[in-house]
């Protein structure tokens, strides 16, 4: 869900909340105001309930007849005022209750105008009765009030307590969602940022099993398509390089075909000139040595193919060694024409390392034909392979006897586009080349000294099984 | 028959061979050497009427040879064969004062005529 969906969400949650709190208030503070103004009626009643039973005392003290017809007044009074307001008091103590109110109401009222019609004041028994029928009256009266009273403060204290517990529960739930949000925010920014870095080391890595489909979602789709980009274009830069490679291989392997070629011319003039005094078994000779330089021919031709061919990474355990000397064969010519003096050095049992011997090929050939370029009018080359200082690794290095490299360019020789050959140069090698040995977890680094020559050293990691899975994932 | 001496250097067994084949063949008394040093300390001992020599070898080259040739013999006439054939090699064997100059691959009538011209010189 897209986080803005989120937010809107939650909003409306919020808001449906308060309303539902605001309903609740509302509802209580209607049913408080119906409670008041029936308290406001009772209160009435009950001062004419008071004013009826002062009437009554009258009555049976003075035998003032006057004070039953006010008593029946006030009933009137009382009743219409009752059936008036009947609906609010139905509302706030109900049907059963205003009942009772009015069926003593009544007994009383029957009871007055008994003693109107026919009573006297020295009616013992009749004074009694109507004396108990006010006094039930009044008290159920009075009760009445005193609960709604109570009931009132009841009904404060609830929406107290209804509003107090509400702000919590709001508050609370305005945390833990502003957290909830801004959590995925983070682990989603923190993708990213793992992600970045890792491009920037050249490792072009993709985020895999994005679940939310929020807005980033989108960016990181985004980032996995430039990252998946980067990576195919870096694999035509390899590729490219390896073909700018191959044009300087080229004049080292022209020179290299020529010689069989005129070696087998030679042969076949030879042959005809003196074809009549050659014997049988000096004529197989001569084309057994024709055999020999095209199977010499053929060698040359396929090493070439095999390195331009372009190839997907493919990591493989291998012995370093056997690679070097496949490099050096590709490049022999071109060090002879050079007239570079090479020597090679490997050390004998060797860990194994877990590589693209193809790339690292690559890798090695740019080197040296960095080196052929340092020298001018030739030079000397030093090949080597040893076990790295920490045991964990394998160490390479190249060292040539060449101008050297100024010790203000040395920081950027990996940098792509950086060169000091002029025109000559794309500037691509030494920066493909760094990312192929950052791509085995390997390192390479370069010393210098003007006038003296320049290092470059390879280290690569020892093969292991955990480690190849760990390349494994670089690579991908 | 003439009696003429001819070596050849070459890093290639096979030139050396075809071309020690073909000439003797004609009647030349040929020596080979597959590079220049031996070859420079047999000239030194002994004179040769023409060498025929690689250009690029590894150690001393061509030119080396040339040079140590003219020096020693400034009557023997000297063949570069090359398998560069550019221009800037050519104009710095003629300068040399090279008799020759030839590319890989090599036509060996074209050489035998090559070499028996510089010896019609020397009559």
Request: hydrophobic fraction near 40%.
């Amino acid at each position: 869900m897209k986080i803005e969906r989120k937010i809107i969400l939650y909003n409306i949650f919020n808001v449906a909340l308060i309303l539902l709190i605001g309903f609740f208030a509302f509802q209580n503070l209607n049913l408080m105001l119906t409670k008041l103004k029936f308290v406001e009626i009772a209160d009435d009643m009950n001062t004419a309930f008071l004013e009826m039973r002062l009437s009554e005392k009258n009555y049976f003290l003075y035998n003032d007849r006057t004070a039953l017809d006010e008593i029946k007044e006030k009933i009137d009074q009382t009743t219409a005022s009752i059936e008036q307001v009947k609906a609010d008091i139905v509302k706030a103590i109900g049907e059963t209750d205003i009942n009772t109110l009015k069926s003593h109401l009544n007994r009383y009222s029957a009871l007055i105008g008994e003693v109107r019609q026919n009573g006297n004041n020295r009616d013992v028994q009749m004074g009694l009765r109507l004396r108990d029928a006010g006094k039930k009256l009044r008290e159920f009266s009075e009760s009445m009030t005193k609960l709604e009273r109570k009931r009132v403060n009841e009904i404060i204290e609830v929406s107290k307590k209804i509003l107090f517990s509400s702000f919590w529960v709001v508050l609370a739930f305005a945390i833990a969602v502003s957290h909830f949000i801004s959590q995925r925010i983070l682990k989603s920014l923190r993708k990213i940022e793992t992600l970045a870095a890792s491009i920037t080391e050249g490792k072009f890595a993709t985020i895999q099993g994005i679940r939310s489909k929020d807005e980033f979602d989108s960016v990181i789709s985004a980032i996995n398509t430039m990252s998946e980009e980067l990576r195919n274009r870096e694999e035509q830069i390899i590729q490219s390089k390896k073909l700018a490679s191959l044009g300087i291989l080229t004049a080292g392997v022209a020179h290299e075909l020529t010689n069989p070629i005129n070696n087998i011319s030679m042969i076949a003039q030879a042959y005809e000139e003196l074809y009549d005094k050659l014997s049988r078994k000096e004529r197989v000779e001569f084309m057994n040595k024709v055999e020999g330089e095209t199977e010499r021919m053929r060698s040359i031709v396929k090493n070439l193919l095999d390195f331009s061919r372009p190839k997907k990474a493919d990591m493989k355990e291998a012995d370093i060694n056997v690679v070097m000397q496949k490099a050096f064969k590709l490049v022999q010519n071109m060090l002879e024409v050079s007239n570079v003096d090479a020597k090679l050095n490997l050390m004998d049992g060797l860990n194994h390392v877990f590589i693209d011997e193809d790339q690292i090929k690559q890798v090695l050939v740019n080197l040296i034909t960095n080196a052929v370029q340092a020298m001018h009018g030739g030079g000397r080359l030093f090949i080597s392979t040893r076990t790295g200082k920490n045991k964990d690794s394998v160490e390479i290095t190249v060292r040539d006897t060449g101008k050297g490299i100024p010790p203000e360019f040395l920081p950027h020789v990996f940098d792509p586009f950086f060169t000091t050959k002029g025109e000559g140069g794309t500037g691509l090698g030494l920066s493909v080349s760094y990312g192929i040995i950052k791509n085995h977890k390997g390192d390479i680094r370069v010393e210098s000294w003007i006038g003296e020559g320049t290092t470059f050293t390879i280290e690569l990691p020892v093969y292991t099984e955990a480690g190849d899975a760990l390349i494994h994932e670089g690579v991908k | 028959m003439n009696q003429y001496r001819v070596m050849v250097i070459d890093d290639e067994k096979i030139v050396c061979d075809m071309a020690k084949m073909s000439l003797e063949h004609e009647g030349y008394i040929v020596e080979t050497f597959l590079n220049a040093e031996p070859a420079l300390a047999r000239l030194k001992a002994e004179r040769f009427d023409v060498v025929v020599t690689d250009y690029k070898m590894k150690g001393i080259d061509g030119m080396d040879v040339l040079r140590d040739v003219k020096n020693l013999y400034p009557g023997t006439d000297v063949i570069m064969i090359t398998a560069f054939a550019n221009l800037d090699t050519a104009i710095e064997a003629l300068r040399g004062k090279v008799h020759d100059f030839f590319p890989k691959p090599v036509k060996i009538k074209a050489l035998k005529t090559s070499i028996q011209r510089a010896l019609s010189k020397k009559k």
